[in-house]
C-alpha cells in the first residue's frame, strides 16, 4: 500500500511537468449585444466560449489543467463570443443554439457550476437570454 501511494505521488509530481498551453488569442470581434446579456454570457460562459478566459487558479496543476484546456478549446471550437463575425450568416440558428443549451441545462455544464457557483443562472437572468435568442 505504501509503494502505491508513493509511487502515485510520484506520477502526481511528474504529470505536472508535462507542458500545457493555456491561450487568449486576440479577441477579433466580440459578440454584438446589449449590455445585460453580455453580463450574463461573460459570467456564466466566456471562461470556455471566449478568447478572455480567466484562468482559475486550479487550471495550473495537472490533471485538472489538462481537462480545463481541452474543455476551453473545445467549447471555443463549437462557439466563440470573440469571433462574433464567424456567425452574421446564421446568427438567428446560434442564439437558438445558445438558448437550447441553457434551457436544457446543459450549459454551463454541471462541473463548472459547483466551481463557480455566480455561473448558475437564475430565472431571470434565464428569461432575458430567451428574450434575446428569440429575437431575431
Ligand atoms: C466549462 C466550460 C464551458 C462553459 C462555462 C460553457 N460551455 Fe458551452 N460548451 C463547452 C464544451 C466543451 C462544448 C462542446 C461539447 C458539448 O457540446 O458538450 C460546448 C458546447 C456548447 C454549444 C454547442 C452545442 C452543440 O451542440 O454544438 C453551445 C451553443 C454552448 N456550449 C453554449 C454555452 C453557453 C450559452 C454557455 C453559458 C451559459 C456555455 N456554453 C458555457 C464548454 C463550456
Redesign the pocket.
Known sequence: MKKLIALLVLVLIGIQFIPVERTNPLVVYDIDAPANIKT??KK??Y???SNETEWAWYTEIAPLSFL?VK??N??R???NFSEWGNYTNKLGQ?KN??W???REE????W??RVVHSD?K?SQEEKDI?RNWAMDK
Open positions: 450574463v454570457l456564466a460562459c471562461d470556455c466560449h480545463t474543455d476551453v473545445e467549447g471550437g463549437h462557439l446560434v443554439e445558445i437550447e443549451e441553457v446543459h450549459m454551463p455544464p462541473m463548472y455561473a443562472l437570454l
